[in-house]
Antibody
């Protein structure tokens, strides 16, 4: 059974950095494409970034390009999101999601809340 | 980027009644459309993919239809556990993968 657990969220002042992690289990992580998706309080879903199974290909939303970096460590079954130069508008719950054979967001973690505030 | 527009924003339905949710894409996305259900405080859950295929464990009262730019999610007889927010999402043109703004299905 697919299990995704995000961690690393918290409160950070504007301009600072945070690194989110997503621990994966129950599937062959090293063969899976993985996404980060966020949801601002009371708002809808916004795709952030995707990474190929081996980390060689990455794509980002324009809103975070140049500030956020997606990466993975297949030896640790873990996905990361390095968030630099944080802005108040980055405040959201951040979800990791696994790409399935049929659908791009087949399984989701429970999310981790990031609050950017002074 | 593909803009996904959902209507209505809120749908008030009595238990046992039928609910019909709409999703429109700003240009044709073929059949590359998924629906997700999100309950308060929970992560989204995949409901449908490729317009009309139910994800694992999704009951048959959920059905999807449409192609190109117009899509519909139908819940044939609403159960208490179905009251939630529903999002459509396209995966024909990426990046970015884009979601609609959501339709909240509430108890009438």
């Amino acid at each position: 059974q697919v299990h995704l657990v995000e961690s690393g969220g918290g409160v950070a002042p504007p301009g600072r950095s945070l690194r989110l992690s997503c621990a994966a289990s129950g599937f062959n992580f090293s063969s899976a494409l993985m996404h980060w998706v966020r949801q601002a309080p009371g708002k809808g879903l916004e795709w952030m970034a995707v990474i190929s199974y081996d980390g060689s290909n990455k794509y980002y939303a324009d809103s975070v390009k140049g500030r956020f970096t997606i990466s993975r460590d297949n030896s640790k079954n873990t996905l990361y999101l390095q968030m630099n130069s944080l802005r108040p508008e980055d405040t959201a719950v951040y979800y990791c999601a696994k790409v399935g054979s049929d659908a791009p967001f087949e399984s989701w973690g429970q999310g981790t809340l990031v609050t950017v505030s002074s | 980027d593909i803009l996904m527009t959902q209507s209505p924003a809120t749908l008030s339905v009595s238990p046992g009644e039928r609910a019909t949710l709409s999703c429109r894409a700003s240009r044709s996305i073929g059949s590359n459309l998924a629906w997700y259900q999100q309950k308060p405080g929970q992560a989204p859950r995949l409901l449908m993919y490729d317009v009309s295929n139910r994800a694992t464990g999704i009951p048959a009262r959920f059905s999807g239809s449409g192609s190109g730019t117009e899509f519909t999610l139908t819940i044939s007889s609403l159960q208490s556990e179905d009251f939630a927010v529903y999002y459509c999402q396209q995966y024909n043109y990426w990046p970015p993968w884009t979601f609609g703004q959501g339709t909240k299905v509430e108890i009438k």
